[in-house]
Nanobody, 128 residues
Framework: QVQLVESGGGLVQAGGSLRLSCAAS????????TGWFRQDPGKEREFVAA????????YYADSARGRFTISRDNARNTAYLQMNSLKPEDTAVYYC?????????????????????WGQGTQVTVSS
């Protein structure tokens, strides 16, 4: 069973930056897409950003657009989420996810149900 592994979370002051990484336990894993979601205790998991590995199309939640950048590295088979200008409300556990097939519809990228593989999550805490 392929596992996704996130790294890069931590504690940062408001206005600071963090870069999250998402890699697969198998280097031959085929990332059709990568999505980043986050979840606060007691809240639903929410979409943050996604990228298509076939054409590099990117998608962002309104809360992330302009501050976060999603990217991928083919050679490393790793996806990244660069987070700048962090705010206390960005505090959450961040999860990366990948589907087991090509996502044919743009709307699919926003929904957690479109993704079949999930990481264990990495904590991001932004202090005020």
């Amino acid at each position: 069973q392929v596992q996704l592994v996130e790294s890069g979370g931590g504690l940062v002051q408001a206005g600071g930056s963090l870069r999250l990484s998402c890699a697969a336990s198998e280097r031959t894993f085929n990332f059709y897409a990568t999505g980043w979601f986050r979840q606060d205790p007691g809240k639903e998991r929410e979409f943050v950003a996604a990228i298509s590995w076939s054409d590099d199309s990117t998608y962002y939640a309104d809360s992330a657009r302009g501050r976060f950048t999603i990217s991928r590295d083919n050679a490393r088979n790793t996806a990244y989420l660069q987070m700048n200008s962090l705010k206390p409300e960005d505090t959450a556990v961040y999860y990366c996810a990948a589907p087991s097939r090509v996502l044919e519809y743009k709307a699919s990228y926003w929904y957690a149900t479109a993704y079949d593989y999930w990481g264990q999550g990495t904590q991001v805490t932004v202090s005020s």
